[in-house]
């Protein structure tokens, strides 16, 4: 018996000695000396929304009541235990909190019932500056949930707009994302392949040719006098007006001078509200240019929100304004060179530099810019100690990989996960010849993390037929293509962007002048989107493509009907953008005669289909700026007039009377009034001296001309056909029903006859219900209903004027009053003796 006890000691204090050395082995070495601490936790769980319906997503809170010192620091190894309804329970986990000691995870219950949570914090470590604190473990309450069989309502989104809007949006409107992009590119638009020429989040792009205003931007138009049918310069070729413009939240910057000259001569940035015209600011900002824009998500343990910024650079040197007032906020220097700067995830600003000879590549990140100095209590802001500051831009290189060395050719892309390169024979066809090869080499390489800088492949490809002229013209992370215009035979060709094999082409040829711009993608159109591969150019003939297989979906001709290009039926065209399913193309020349060609289109198609949706004739130019998009509204620089023209719905004005005096019942009444275009255009003294009576709303089909008519002194269509007018009462009885509607004529004038059925008070309500061109508008009046006059004729009752009828009841009063007193004499001469 006393050995097994000895054992039993022996046993004990060899645990105890080995806890104790455990223990004594989890203190870091280097802290062994420091002050040792032990503190009691208190974990927590909540779940919110409590209770919830069966299927819906509560929000789990897990943590323990301590902080870190360090916002990158966080509790380790938290766990959750979910008990279920039917007793099963499961763990969730593990969790790493932020530094506040807290986060948090998403959970959906499947059962109806009471589910318990509980959350169990291990015992940790944590080093502070004055000393070791060993946290120890615990376990939270166990928090109850309902689960009911009746789902709870959930905040109602914001429909999208059926009336007239402008900026700001009130932030509750989050589904209004989707109408309200920003156009940041500006120059950056040389990276086009990025983004395909598609303006995301202008779901309401135009759907009509309807113009909202149109502004002066230099002196246009024809120039009259002795000079005969010339108009003044608008700025093709190479000396463009309209250049890296910019649209954020809703306002639209732009230079407002040539950029020829430099800093050498006056330069303005103007600030125009892009829904109404109003101009809101103009600065010269030490005679630099706007070179784009950004608007920049900030994501930080302190602040969570968007930053927006008008970029100048000038050289190696980029300077930050605020697109509010144009203030000055900040400056970079030593932007490193490399790639066309494209937009991470966030919208900081990302430049790629690739050394082919010397096989390396970096990654350069604005944002780290910003925050590579923070001192401690900056952290967690953005811009906070930085403005009036010009920040070195050496120390934003996130990271510099090593690539494999003497990769042929340039850089031909930088695409969201990989940078595509290779040779180009483009307009160096004498290359080709020189050489007598007539292979192009490309390659690529992988930004993925954990693989930047990886080779994906490097192939040679041998072209169908023995043509130099080849270029690269598009590319597709999501269709995993990219392509290639065969100049001199017209025809596309796409490879793979995964091994760089060839998946389809040669298409059929293209038009003949289709080899200026096919191998080219600033002089045609080339789009890959939606499954498509969009392609055209000075032919004028649009071909959609399937992305996947070559295969030729539709095609659209942009007819010139009156014969005024020189060298072919079709206008010669751009691509604008694609925006809400609709491909937007603008006709523009390198360099056109004058007189310019007339009746150039601006074009809107159907993405899907190819069908036209809408046309009008305003000019775009090749070297003044294409026309951009923010807030699904349209701002296009017109060479006809050189004023900036801005396309979307509008709002319109209805107004409605009936008879102010009361109608028979039995007759018929009038009911009539006008429909009115209230952009902000309309405005305009000379609009308002051409249309006293307000500029008449018109049909969609009527629209474009109408507008040009309005806007560009064409000649007033004898076609054009108002809008529908739908007219409701509410009767003497209080049914409420629709009458009928009427259609309002090109002086915007409606009217309807209606012949009431019952006596009494009827309240009249005009709706225009709105168009692709104007938002929906309202008014309302109100009439009377006599009862019919019986038959036969009647005495007319004769009302006296009051001071009559005061006079005859005076009368009538002293009458009775002296037979009352005759009366009374009469009875006391009866009673005498």
């Known amino acids: ?289 706007l070179a784009f824009g950004q608007v920049f998500y900030w994501d930080s343990f302190n602040v969570h929100g968007a930053y927006a910024y008008l970029w100048t650079t000038v050289g190696s040197t980029w300077n930050a304004f605020d697109p509010a007032t144009g203030r000055w906020v900040f400056g970079i220097k030593n932007v490193p060179s490399g790639s066309t700067p494209i937009y991470g995830p966030s919208g900081e600003i990302l430049v790629y530099t690739v050394n082919m000879a010397n096989g390396w590549m970096t990654l350069w990140n604005s944002t780290l810019v910003v925050t590579a100095d923070r001192t401690a209590s900056n952290q967690g802001s953005w811009i906070r100690g930085d403005k009036g500051l010009v920040l070195d831009g050496a120390k934003g290189i996130q990271w510099n990989k090593t690539i494999p060395r003497g990769l042929p050719g340039r850089v031909l892309s930088v695409l969201e996960d990989r940078v595509l390169g290779g040779t180009d024979d483009a307009w160096s066809t004498h290359l080709a010849i020189l050489r007598g090869d007539w292979s192009q080499v490309f390659w690529a390489l992988d930004l ?97 493509y399937s992305a996947q297989t070559g295969q030729l979906l539709w095609t659209y001709d942009a007819e010139d009907q009156f014969n005024e290009i020189l060298w072919g039926h079709n206008w010669p065209l751009y691509l604008s953008f694609i925006a809400g399913g609709k491909i937007y193309l603008n006709h523009a020349e390198h360099s056109p005669v004058d007189p310019m060609p007339r009746g150039a289109p601006y074009i809107c198609l159907d993405l899907e289909t190819g069908r036209e949706i809408w046309n009008i004739s305003i000019r775009g130019v090749h070297w003044g700026g294409y026309p951009i998009i923010g807030d699904s509204t349209i701002a296009m620089f017109n060479a006809y007039d050189n004023r900036i023209h801005a396309i979307g719905k509008g709002p319109s004005a209805i107004t409605v009377t009936a008879p102010d005096v009361s109608v028979e019942l039995g007759r018929s009444v009038l009911i009539k009034g006008t429909v009115t275009d209230v952009s902000p255009g309309t405005e305009d003294y000379a609009l308002r001296a051409r249309f006293p009576n307000g500029v008449p709303a018109v049909s969609d089909e009527s629209i474009s001309d109408w507008m040009e008519y309005v806007y560009t002194q064409s000649s007033r269509p004898t076609d054009a056909v108002g809008v529908s007018v739908i007219i409701d009462v509410i009767d003497a009885n209080g049914n409420y029903r629709n009458i009928g509607t009427a259609t309002s004529d090109a002086s915007g004038v409606y009217s309807f006859e209606w012949k009431p059925d019952i006596s009494g008070k009827y309240t009249v309500f005009a709706t225009f219900a709105g168009s692709n061109s104007y938002y929906a508008s309202h008014s309302q009046t109100a009439f009377i209903v006599d009862d019919a006059a019986t038959k036969g004729v009647e005495e007319p009752t004769v009302t006296a004027p009051p001071t009559e009828m005061y006079f005859a009841i005076s009368t009538i009063a002293i009458i009775l009053a002296i037979a009352i007193v005759g009366a009374i004499l009469a009875l006391l001469l009866r009673k005498r003796p």
């Not at 002196?219 to 190479?238: C, E, N, Q, T």
């Not at 017209?490 to 096919?518: C, H, K, M, N, Y």
């Not at 080219?520 to 150019?537: A, D, L, M, P, Y």
Request: with cysteine; aromatic share 12%; charged share 15%.
């Open 1 to 289: 018996m006393r050995i097994r006890k000895f054992m039993a000691i022996s046993t004990i204090a060899m645990v105890l000695i080995a806890t104790f050395t455990l223990s004594l082995a989890a203190i870091p070495a280097a802290n062994a000396q420091r002050p040792i601490r032990n503190k009691m936790t208190y974990a927590f769980c909540t779940v919110i929304p409590n209770p919830v319906g069966v299927g819906q997503e509560v929000l789990i809170w897990v943590g323990i009541s301590d902080y870190l010192s360090i916002h990158t620091d966080g509790w380790e190894g938290l766990t959750v235990t979910v008990t279920k309804p039917d007793n099963t329970s499961e763990t969730l986990g593990p969790f790493r909190t932020d530094a506040t000691g807290s986060t948090g995870t998403l959970y959906i219950p499947t059962m109806i019932g009471t589910y318990y949570f509980q959350t169990h914090f291990p015992a940790q470590w944590y080093n502070w500056t004055q000393a070791d604190v060993y946290y120890e473990a615990s376990d939270s309450e166990r928090f109850a949930l309902t689960v009911q069989e009746t789902p709870i309502p959930y905040y109602q989104g914001t429909p999208l707009p059926s009336e007239y809007w402008i900026r700001p949006i009130n932030a509750q409107n989050r589904e209004w994302y989707t109408i309200s992009g920003n156009w940041l590119w500006g120059a950056a638009l040389d990276n086009y392949p990025y983004w395909n020429w598609v303006a995301d989040n202008n779901e309401d792009a135009p759907e009509s040719g309807h113009i909202l205003w149109a502004k002066p931007l230099t002196i246009g138009g024809l120039a009259g006098g002795s000079l005969g049918p010339h108009a003044f310069d608008f700025g093709d070729a190479y000396e463009g007006y309209f250049l890296n413009s910019v649209i954020i939240g809703g306002v639209l910057y732009y230079n407002r001078f040539q950029a020829d000259g430099g800093t050498r001569v006056e330069q303005e940035v103007v600030a125009v509200n892009l829904k109404t015209g109003e101009e809101l600011w103009v600065k010269n900002w030490n005679n630099t240019r």
């Open 448 to 544: 993925k993390p954990g693989r930047e800088g990886q080779l994906l492949f490097n192939v040679t490809w041998n072209p169908p037929v023995n043509q130099a002229g080849n270029a690269f013209i598009g590319a597709s992370v999501t269709e995993s293509i990219f392509v290639v215009g065969l100049q001199s035979t017209r025809q596309l060709v796409a490879l793979s962007l995964d091994t760089g094999s060839q998946l389809w082409g040669p298409t059929e040829p293209q038009l003949p002048v289709d080899i200026f711009t096919i191998a080219n993608w600033r002089r045609g159109v080339t789009s890959i989107t939606e499954g498509k591969v969009i392609s055209g150019g000075m032919g004028g003939r649009v071909h959609a």
